[in-house]
């Protein structure tokens, strides 16, 4: 959240937008808080079925149906996919030297 210098604190407010352009971290906020990163990366992984295989150097998409939040764009240091509302990857964009593989989403 480019809000929080990309460091989730474990406590914010939320605003009306017409108050405050962007939410606001209580004063005595943890910046980074574990929990508050680490639930962005398990609700991606959740959602898109990003299964990365660290010590062979691959990742896998394996999606699981439709996304309940809509399209989706992840960018970082070295990876940047697109996934679909459907779960289906549209692009990834990541180093010569990770492997990506996807599979079919899921069927119900």
Do not use: Y
Request: aromatic letters at 4%.
């Amino acid at each position: 959240m480019p809000a929080f210098d990309h460091r989730l604190p474990e406590l914010w407010g939320g605003d009306a937008r017409t108050d405050t352009p962007a939410p606001a971290s209580s004063p005595a906020a943890c910046r980074p808080q574990a929990r508050s990163a680490a639930a962005a990366v398990a609700l991606t992984t959740g959602m898109t079925g990003l299964d990365p295989d660290v010590p062979t150097g691959r990742i896998h998409f394996r999606p699981t149906g439709p996304l309940p939040v809509g399209a989706l764009t992840v960018s970082g240091k070295r990876l940047d996919f697109t996934i679909n509302s459907g779960g289906r990857v549209e692009s990834v964009t990541a180093p010569a030297e990770l492997i990506v593989e996807q599979q079919a989403a899921l069927r119900s």
